[in-house]
């Protein structure tokens, strides 16, 4: 049951949108006037508001700033033809959020709070919402642990956000990719399938490691025998070998399963790809390169969309795709980008309505 949660709305007095250039913004760097933000005390969620973008207050002692028990999300607003404004599955974000919360011992967010909110917010400040091919408002949901007191100890007391970012596209270009056999991102038992803060400043080491190898970003593999492929930095990675498409599945919980990846395998269904959820070791990929098999290599996030791998570097070895060639994941890319601007039907309701 679901009844509606009072969200009281402040307006900001002056627009800092007629500072921007919507055409020409890097990714998350610039947020709009308006955020949502709701507390969690005493067991229930209070004080949910719409208000101008503004610092927070904190204490030094904020029990997330010390554990990290702090969870986000990552979800995608666009503007069709006509200018009306669309959220790219978000019901699939907020599921997630929660799977997030319970791994990191905080409290569920109710689906009014997190659904009706960021639809409140959006439609408040959708003017922000840029209309350049591959421009999109970044939605951030947030939650910590706000709790004032250094124990180690789940938090009684949490906040709610959600930001939003008008942004250009994340990555531009092809990536060169390292696949990486000492550092691990996630294990079996950890927090690997969660959207959990600490997953990503325990990945910074081993990320800015390969930069100074020449490489964009890490491959990582499994925990134990890093053998086996997991995650492409913070996207999903596809391994199109032929005419079959692989990628790993979600059994061990060392996966963020993305709402990108997924709906990737639907559109790669469709196309009549065969879609394969299941381990998919480096020596296999060896021995596809080798053989000179079709082979087409592309993260997917919601950040990104689709991020093409043109380089994988493992041990000495160098193995190059040429894009050229690739039949699939640009029309993937073009499929989905199509359907979330707007110039294609939204046949599968993946838009949600402002
Ligand atoms: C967010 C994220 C993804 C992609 O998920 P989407 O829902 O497609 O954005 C993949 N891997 C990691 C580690 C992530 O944090």
């Avoid at 993305?258 to 296999?284: A, F, Q, Y």
């Amino acid at each position: 049951m679901t009844a509606a949660m009072d969200i009281s709305i402040t307006r900001a007095e002056r627009s800092k949108l007629q500072d921007l250039n919507l055409d020409d913004l890097p990714f998350g760097k610039y947020f709009t006037d308006h955020m949502l933000e709701a507390d969690y005390e005493n067991g229930e969620w209070k004080n949910a508001e719409i208000k101008p973008y503004q610092p927070l207050l904190l204490s030094p002692s904020l029990a997330a700033l010390h554990y990290g028990q702090s969870i986000f999300e990552g979800i995608k607003a666009y503007k069709d033809r006509q200018g009306n404004a669309a959220i790219f599955r978000p019901y699939d974000n907020f599921k997630r959020f929660n799977i997030s919360a319970e791994r990191m011992q905080m409290p569920a967010v109710p689906e009014e709070l997190f659904m009706d909110g960021m639809r409140q917010l959006v439609a408040l400040d959708q003017n922000w919402i840029p209309t350049k091919d591959d421009f999109s408002l970044y939605i951030r949901p947030f939650m910590f642990s706000s709790d004032e007191l250094i124990g180690v100890r789940p938090s009684d007391t949490y906040k709610f956000m959600i930001i939003l970012s008008p942004s250009g596209p994340y990555y531009a270009a092809p990536m060169r990719i390292y696949v990486e056999e000492k550092y691990v991102r996630a294990a079996p038992g950890g927090v690997g399938y969660a959207k959990a803060a600490g997953n990503y400043g325990s990945a910074m080491y081993a990320t800015a490691e390969a930069k100074k190898k020449g490489y964009d970003q890490v491959l990582w593999m499994d925990a134990h025998e890093h053998k086996y492929v997991q995650e492409c930095g913070t996207m999903n990675v596809f391994f199109i070998i032929g005419n079959t498409a692989i990628t790993p599945g979600l059994e061990q919980g060392t996966i963020l399963g993305g709402v990108t990846r997924l709906s990737v395998i639907t559109l790669l269904n469709e196309m009549g790809v065969k879609v394969e959820e299941r381990d998919l070791g480096i020596d296999e990929i060896l021995a596809a390169y080798q053989s000179g098999e079709h082979m087409e290599v592309f993260g997917t996030g919601t950040a990104a969309t689709i991020s093409p791998i043109k380089e994988l570097g493992y041990k000495d070895i160098s193995m190059k795709f040429d894009l050229d060639k690739w039949k699939i994941a640009p029309v993937i890319k073009k499929t989905i980008t199509d359907i979330r601007e707007g110039r294609a039907a939204d046949t599968h309701g993946w838009m949600y309505k402002i």
